[in-house]
């Protein structure tokens, strides 16, 4: 599967984004998928993750309750709206498939990973 993320940009503090992840192929409801990202100097780390019908869904601490991940199989896109931004959000964003049953919170589950989107907010 190839992945194209989208939807960064400059935002203010308190500020929404939405990004999208549009998956190629006809299997995109098979993988579980993930949002992580990764500031300068810093390890890439998780953000969010669903299951394949988006029944199921896990967040990282530092945004739970701001931030909700989203799938529609039909348009093969995951989705994360990112609310009540702050500066330590800013990042580069990254979408990922994990190809198994369970949701994903690894790094290294994921197989397949998008280009990245640029998210900066400022304070």
């Known amino acids: 599967v190839q992945l194209q993320a989208s939807g960064g940009g400059l935002v203010q503090a308190g500020g929404s984004l939405r990004l999208s992840c549009a998956a190629s192929?006809?299997?995109?409801?098979?993988?579980?998928m993930g949002w992580f990202r990764q500031a300068p100097g810093k390890e890439r780390e998780f953000v969010a993750t669903?299951?394949?019908?988006?029944?199921?869904?896990d967040y990282a601490d530092s945004v739970k309750g701001r931030f909700t991940i989203s799938r529609d199989n039909a348009k093969n896109t995951v989705y994360l709206q990112m609310n009540s931004l702050k500066p330590e959000d800013t990042a580069v964003y990254y979408c990922?498939?994990?190809?198994?049953?369970?949701?994903?919170?690894?790094?290294?589950?994921?197989?397949?990973w998008g280009q990245g989107t640029q998210v900066t907010v400022s304070s």
């Open positions: 192929g006809r299997t995109f409801r098979r993988y579980v």
């Open positions: 990922a498939a994990a190809d198994q049953d369970y949701l994903a919170i690894v790094r290294t589950d994921y197989a397949y």
């Open positions: 669903i299951s394949w019908n988006g029944g199921s869904t």
